[in-house]
């Protein structure tokens, strides 16, 4: 006997609701990407109770006649495409002709729909668990009413599922942000419980973040802007110091559309490699332009996430674009000091004239003697360049004259930190973790420097690898150079190394290798960003001072003032913390 069975459309539609409607946050995103779609200048989203009770969207946009008004709560109906091929072509949020049936299947729903002017008459259709109970000519504006009453009425395992107000409301909140950022050409207004949440009116992208998240947010933002064949992405990151320990202000849109995408996330998130502490996310508003054909929307019911064809390429742009623009406009964040002065230092020295740079790190080392002069250096007598060398030094000498060590003594504790006062409180520096910071940020310098020393050694180091390993350290080779080493030879099973740059130890060569063999991932992604950094990094880890060492008053002073003059003084290029400021009112609280 045959038992299988056709499922009514009632019951086809309450599954599907199971995938498109999950809570209050879902219907008030697919309402308002349909609002969107209709072409709406104004957009209201009106709900109570978190939307439990009540989801009303209102739009200004096309609206629809008696039929589509009739149709449009069916399953798979929809304006939006008509065959397959339009699914490669995607210009509209919704294709799936799913959300409307879906959603009038859980709850008691009511359209309005009219495509006259002002005060003509329109439609209303109301249904109850997806069962239509009337359908009346009535009096409306142009555009689209749609209210959605009691969700989950006939599901109350689901309706017991739901968080309270102040969680659900939360998602709502999220999802209003994914969808009134990327349209800011529309004017949006919601009201939760009759209290007005956001009145956005229409407005460059811009304006509309620091609509959405607050005034403050103007001066956390650092454009990005990349134009390929691939892919185009502008929009904003915000500067390191402003990350934060939640996600929720990270939003990529493909194309105009809200989008989850881990592999670019991890894109953005390297690119902020040493500026940001490890349990920290950065802030982005990033539009990604691609072809529409190069992208699959049709690949998750509720359409947050796509793939695309080229991902290893928008990945590799992505980092560089952001890498770039936070070497541009990066601004190192202040410590509170009195006087309240950005220093500007950034890494690129592009725009700079070329010079051979000048090596003040060590008395003993005269670049201009004899380039290859060999040299003994101890890796504590690191005097870093100077901060004439950034932009903005007066600004920075000013900042220096509050931190200036000769009124305000240093000294080291347990040899390894050191402890000096600012006006604002005492400042405790792991002394390693600053002299990494230092270093690594001088590395990527001399990696844009033309021409830098070099450290001839009297008995060159030999050290045998794998065939393999050999491949991959290849890939340094011409960075290394850059940056003073000197390969005799790099065979099949060995490499022969007569020169290190002057900071390096020599005894710490081996290590330093094994090193670079253990973070292979560089070897993936052949973006010379990644390449660069873990060079820095790892020379920086090699270099510094251990944090165990005595180190007399003066490298305290030129530590803290080196330190200081860093783009980032707040973490170590692993993203470690690198000095605390316990501040007056800390101290006066203590007694
Ligand atoms: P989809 O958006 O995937 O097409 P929906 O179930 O969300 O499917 O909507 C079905 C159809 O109803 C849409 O294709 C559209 O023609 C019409 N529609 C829905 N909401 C509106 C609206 N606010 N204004 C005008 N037409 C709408
Ligand atoms: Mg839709």
């Known amino acids: 006997m045959s038992i299988i069975k056709l499922l009514p459309d009632s019951v086809a539609n309450q599954i599907a609701a199971g995938e498109v409607v999950q809570r209050p946050s879902s219907v008030v995103k697919e309402l308002l990407e349909n609002s969107v779609d ?8 009106v709900i109570k109770d978190a939307g439990k009770t009540l989801i009303h969207v209102l739009d200004d946009g096309i609206g629809m006649d008696k039929d589509d008004l009739k149709k449009c709560i069916f399953r798979h109906t929809t304006s939006k495409i008509r065959n397959s091929k339009d699914l490669y072509s995607l210009k509209t949020m919704g294709f799936r002709g799913e959300a409307l049936s879906s959603i009038a299947s859980v709850s008691h729903m009511s ?3 009219n495509q006259d002017d002002n005060n003509s008459l329109g439609c209303e259709i109301k249904l109850e668990g997806g069962q239509e109970k009337s359908f ?11 209210s959605v009453k009691n969700l989950f009425f006939n599901i109350p395992a689901r309706r017991n599922f739901l968080k309270s ?5 939360k998602h709502i909140i999220d999802e209003f942000h994914r969808i009134s950022l990327i349209n800011h050409e529309i004017n949006f207004i919601f009201i939760n419980n009759n209290n007005e949440l956001f009145n956005l009116s229409k407005s460059i992208f811009k304006e509309r973040i620091i609509r959405v998240f607050g005034k403050s947010s103007k001066q ?3 454009p990005i802007n990349e134009e390929t064949d691939l892919a185009v992405i502008k929009g904003f990151v915000f500067k390191p110091e402003y990350s934060r320990k939640t996600r929720s202000t990270q939003f990529f849109f493909v194309n105009s559309r809200f989008i989850k995408n881990s592999h670019l996330n991890h894109a953005v998130k390297t690119a902020y490699d040493g500026l940001i502490q490890d349990n920290l996310y950065p802030s982005y508003f990033l539009k990604i332009s691609v072809p529409l054909n190069s992208i699959d929307v049709n690949i998750h019911p509720n359409k947050t996430e796509i793939k695309f064809d080229n991902d290893q390429s928008i990945y590799a742009i992505l980092k560089s674009s952001i890498k770039h623009s936070l070497g541009q406009f990066n601004i190192a964040p202040t410590i509170d000091f009195d006087n309240n002065i950005n220093l500007n230092t950034p890494y690129s020295f592009r725009n700079k004239e070329a010079s051979i740079p000048k090596v003040d790190y060590n008395q003993a080392f005269n670049p201009f003697d004899n380039l290859t002069k060999p040299v003994d250096l101890k890796t504590k007598d690191f005097e870093i360049t100077s901060v004439n060398d950034f932009v903005g030094k007066d600004q920075i000498k000013n900042e220096l004259e509050i931190l200036k060590t000769n009124s305000f003594p240093s000294f080291q504790l347990k040899s390894k930190y050191i402890i000096t006062k600012t006006s604002a409180g ?15 940020e001088n590395f990527l310098k ?19 690898f794998n065939s393999e390993e050999i491949r991959m350290l290849k890939l340094l080779e011409a960075p290394l150079v850059h940056l003073g080493f000197k390969f005799n030879a790099f065979s099949s099973e060995n490499i022969e190394i007569s020169g290190i740059h002057p900071f390096l130890n020599k005894k710490n060569i081996n290590e330093l290798f094994q090193d670079f063999l253990r973070n292979k991932d560089y070897s993936k992604d052949y973006a010379v960003h990644t390449l660069n950094d873990l060079i820095a990094k790892l020379l920086s880890k090699y270099s510094s001072i251990s944090s165990n060492e005595n180190i007399n008053i003066k490298l305290q002073e030129s530590l803290v003032n080196d330190l200081f003059a860093c783009k980032d003084p707040n973490v170590s290029p692993f993203g470690k913390l690198i000095f605390k400021l316990i501040s007056l009112e800390e101290i006066i609280k203590i007694f």
């Not at 209709?38 to 209201?44: D, F, L, N």
């Not at 005492?426 to 690594?440: E, G, M, S």
């Open 136 to 146: 009346n000519e009535v009096v409306s504006s142009k555009g689209t009413s749609i």
């Open 165 to 169: 107000d102040n969680v659900e409301l």
């Open 426 to 440: 005492i400042l405790i520096i792991n002394q390693k973790r600053a002299h990494q910071r230092i270093l690594y």
């Open 111 to 113: 359209i309005i729909s």
């Open 220 to 222: 956390k933002l650092i």
């Open 38 to 45: 209709s072409g709406a200048k104004t957009i209201r989203l």
């Open 446 to 464: 001399e990696l844009s420097n033309k021409t830098n020393p070099i450290q001839t050694l009297l008995f060159p180091i030999k050290l045998d």
